[in-house]
């Protein structure tokens, strides 16, 4: 080999040995996506084959708002909190509580907004007390919507109220909540009112910053019994279901977790069989919500309660929540125009 040759051949060699690298480097960026893609195929099979459907979740569309402008990016989700399992007293059974097609009951409302810019996320609260015009029947409290015409009533009273359409339906029973915590290595509180529950023996909840685990996080956010005061039981309760809520989702969209691909399997594998959501409502629907949403933390989340006036009596004695009707019309009106945050910004919402 000549001296002239031998620059060529080592040129030739290291272009080779280049070539080999990239390729190298292509595979494995292949097999990854490749793999993370398996992945994602998984997961969503997982949540799309165990969890239930709730058919026929909204109501004619002749009977629905028109959606405006300013608001049509946004969203609006319904989420139904129903415990098959917690005892319930002689007054709870009855019409109060409708079986959803999950097999629980409507014990807990929320809507859930999310607003165009994806930045905040707002759970409004709705006693299932809360004396409101249900269509076709009168005024009634909200759970009677239920009784009358499952979760299309429902939506169709809370379209009427506020004046928005709701996107998405979900129901979760309150049992899920037990494995989903445990799946996230459980999750942190910090309760305000100390409490001995009344149903469940052996347990008590402190006042102050607090871990539970799934057993102890399905006993917290059931009790009502154990509180009294004005507003009565279901008020605490509620309120203890929103600081639950809210810190269950931060532990689900921390670092920790999102991270490792064990502990999201979990998760999925967990919630799926405890939930119900409409037909329009699957894996490939939530995970475009989430990814526009990446950057969304438990800070950025404000829960509150349906503005409401207090416990009273209607005309015929039943116990009732009486609705704030001023101020739920203004959150109304900053919904339809997507300006919950103004709203909540200027409004007192500490009941």
Do not use: C
């Not at 506020?162 to 029973?173: E, K, L, M, Q, T």
């Not at 899920?176 to 347990?203: C, M, R, S």
């Not at 933390?297 to 704030?324: H, K």
Request: proline fraction near 4%; charge should be negative; glycine fraction near 8%.
């Amino acid at each position: 080999m000549s001296f002239e040759e031998q620059p060529a051949r080592q040129r030739t060699k290291k272009k080779r040995t280049g070539r080999a690298v990239l390729f190298s480097v292509l595979s494995v960026v292949v097999i990854a996506a490749l793999v993370a893609g398996l992945y994602a195929w998984n997961l969503a099979r997982t949540f799309d084959e165990n969890s239930n459907k709730l058919a026929d979740a909204f109501p004619a569309e002749e009977t629905r708002p028109e959606v405006k402008e300013e608001s049509k990016d946004a969203i609006n989700i319904l989420l139904l909190g129903s415990d098959t399992r917690a005892e319930r007293s002689d007054d709870e059974q009855g019409d109060d509580f409708a079986t959803l097609p999950s097999g629980g009951r409507s014990d807990t409302m929320m809507l859930v907004h999310i607003p165009s810019d994806r930045k905040n996320v707002f759970v409004t609260s709705i006693m299932r007390d809360t004396w409101l015009d249900i269509p076709g029947v009168g005024t009634a409290k909200i759970n009677r919507a239920f009784a009358s015409g499952g979760v299309p009533k429902a939506v169709e009273t809370l379209e009427g109220l506020f004046g928005i359409r709701i996107n998405h339906v979900a129901s979760i029973d309150f049992e899920g909540f037990k494995g989903l915590t445990d799946a996230v290595g459980g999750v942190t509180v910090d309760n305000p009112i100390a409490f001995t529950p009344v149903h469940a023996k052996g347990y008590y909840f402190p006042k102050g910053v607090q871990k539970l685990d799934g057993e102890s996080a399905l006993t917290f956010v059931r009790e009502r019994k154990a509180f009294t005061g004005a507003g009565g039981s279901d008020y605490r309760r509620v309120k203890n279901q929103q600081l639950f809520v809210k810190a269950l989702l931060g532990q689900i969209l921390s670092k920790e977790t999102l991270t490792s691909p064990s502990k999201i399997q979990n998760v999925v594998s967990e919630i799926a069989p405890y939930v119900a959501v409409d037909d329009t409502l699957d894996s490939a629907k939530i995970a475009g919500i989430a990814s526009s949403m990446l950057n969304v933390r438990s800070d950025d989340m404000t829960f509150f309660t349906l503005p409401n006036n207090g416990p009273g009596r209607s005309a015929d004695g039943q116990s009732i929540v009486i609705p704030d009707m001023e101020t739920i019309n203004k959150f109304g009106e900053a919904l339809q125009n997507d300006t919950v945050d103004e709203f909540v910004a200027s409004t007192d919402l500490s009941q």
